[in-house]
């Protein structure tokens, strides 16, 4: 649901997943809105109006986080894996596995948008190079 700050009233709810939402995030410009799911979906949204743009369906399990890059040109959502699309087109860029040793709760980029964090529910975090998923830390 998308609620008016100011006025506090519903503006709209969107619907398409289904099963629980796990994370949103706004892009950096607040016209698009990105949600995370147990149905093992990522979508984005038109936050001004409510409509579907982007079903990213590649996902192996429950989709835990997402966010967008600073740029709003890219999506990094986790499950297993850390993937990463194009925010316009849906086109996967990267993959990033292979350091946690169970699945992934939350991601981010920095506000510079090179690097993506990691967090894991194996209680580690991982720093990543954003443009090639090369392991930072």
């Not at 109006?49 to 369906?57: K, S």
């Not at 966010?67 to 925010?87: C, E, L, Y």
Request: with cysteine.
């Amino acid at each position: 649901k998308l609620w008016d700050s100011m006025t506090g009233s519903l503006l709209f709810t969107w619907r398409g997943h289904t099963d629980d939402i796990n994370a949103r995030d706004f892009s950096p410009d607040g016209t698009g809105v990105v949600t995370a799911s147990d149905d093992e979906t990522a979508r984005v949204w038109n936050a001004e109006n409510g409509t579907l743009l982007l079903v990213l369906e590649v996902h192996n399990s429950a989709v835990l986080g997402c966010a967008f890059s600073p740029d709003g040109k890219r999506i990094v959502t986790a499950d297993g894996k850390a993937r990463v699309f194009n925010a316009e087109t849906g086109e996967r860029q990267l993959i990033i596995e292979g350091e946690h040793t169970d699945e992934l709760s939350c991601c981010c980029f920095s506000h510079d948008g090179k690097y993506i964090l990691t967090s894991s529910k194996d209680k580690t975090t991982r720093l990543w190079n954003a443009t090639d998923g090369t392991l930072i830390k």
